[in-house]
């Protein structure tokens, strides 16, 4: 068994028409990696966590709301949110974003 990954994630997952895309990368004791594509126009509404996560931006941009602060999402965006932050994501391009759980 090997112990890492070397991933390509822009290239890992493509935006479906409509709805989410996603696959899980890692899931263990400590983080579950989840990797996200939306098309333009879709996205999360609000809603919680029930544990820290990490959102990144990869690839496209979306309009996302942290708490109670509006955030421009663009490849290289990197967001920590305690457990049970309100957060959303609108895709305003086709979208690749990484979510890391912390168990």
Do not use: C
Not at 2 to 30: C, F, M, W
Not at 80 to 90: F, G, Q, W
């Amino acid at each position: 068994m090997s112990h890492y990954q070397i991933r390509q994630l822009a290239e890992e997952i493509q935006p479906p028409e409509s709805g989410k895309q996603t696959i899980v990368l890692a899931d263990d004791e400590n983080t579950k990696v989840i990797l996200f594509a939306f098309p333009a126009g879709d996205g999360l509404k609000e809603h919680v966590a029930p544990l820290p996560a990490i959102i990144q931006i990869i690839k496209g941009e979306a309009e996302l709301t942290v708490g109670e602060e509006p955030v421009t999402g663009k490849p290289g965006t990197w967001i920590r949110m305690d457990a049970k932050t309100p957060h959303s994501i609108k895709a305003q391009s086709q979208l690749v974003m990484l979510l890391t759980l912390l168990k």
